[in-house]
């Protein structure tokens, strides 16, 4: 979320060079004059790369933190070119900023999609999707990856426009604001992402569980608590124990072939359940097995073995939560 604030951080330069200077002459205060407006925009790509190294130092686990380290590695050095490109205007430095530019963007998008999203699964139900999802319409899934991929690329305006001092400045908030937009929707898929693979591992809680007992409510006939008769009811093929480790469910009638390459989706889906572990995981004890990446620790104790709540996935593989009812609640 921070990483989105760049052009916000690079205002605290601007703001205190025009007051140290009664606020005249703007010009030498700019992108194109002032070397420490990008350093400040590159803050934000350091601090998140410094991060991802502290997590990999409390869990040693390569994958996904040393890869995200890359990543906002890309983002330091294309902030870094983009500066030098804007300040020199000299055709040497146009195509390392392009280049970084462009390294930047693809990384970015295929992390956003495959990692924070888990999408990009040929082999789930519905095509580059996964195959549990929070949001019954598909096609807001498909929008949404556009949306992200597009405004990925808004750094082609700067290779165009970098020439034109004020309208790079005017480009660059609406550049600005567009990622600002393109966050907000990261975040909104981001924590659906998260909210599934919390439900598929028992974590999600629905409902705050009572000090006593409260008597359950008697069934009225053949009715359930949805308001679909019994005899209506498709019972759903449980998923194996691996693959709700995995936080996927398995899909019946797919190759041997297909079921590696689909487990393999599924690993690399789960690895966004690491980002809150921060301790390195313990050794398996004896007989016993653990899922890499997946364990909770300390930090992530819950009480969710007293919650209650029933979950389960309907015809369409989207989650439903049942919460209980409690005789005298509002």
Known sequence: MYCSQTYAMGNIELFFCLYAHHWGNPPQCNSSHSRLLGFFSCLPGIWRALQCLRRYADTRNVFPHLLNFGKYTFTVLYYVTLSMYRIDKVERFQAPFITFALLNAVYCSVWDLAMDWSLGNAYAKRPLLREVLAFRQAWVYYVAMVIDVVVRFNWIFYAIFTKDIQHSALLSFFVALSEVCRRGVWTIFRVENEHCTNVLLFRASRDVPLPYQVAAPHPQGDQQAD????????????????????????????????????????????????????????????????????????????????????????????????????????
């Open 227 to 330: 308001g679909m008769p019994l005899q209506d009811q498709h019972p759903q093929p449980a998923p194996s124990v691996g693959d709700v480790e995995q936080g996927t469910p398995s899909t019946p009638g797919m190759s041997v072939r297909n079921r590696g390459l689909s487990r393999v989706g599924s690993l690399l889906a789960a690895a966004h359940a690491q980002d809150f572990q921060r301790k390195k995981r313990p050794e398996p004890a004896q007989g016993g097995h653990t899922v890499a990446g997946l364990m909770d620790t300390p930090e992530d104790s819950t009480d969710d073995e007293d919650n209650e709540a029933r979950v389960f996935m309907d015809a369409d593989d989207v989650i439903v939560e049942e919460v209980p009812y409690h005789e005298g609640r509002d």
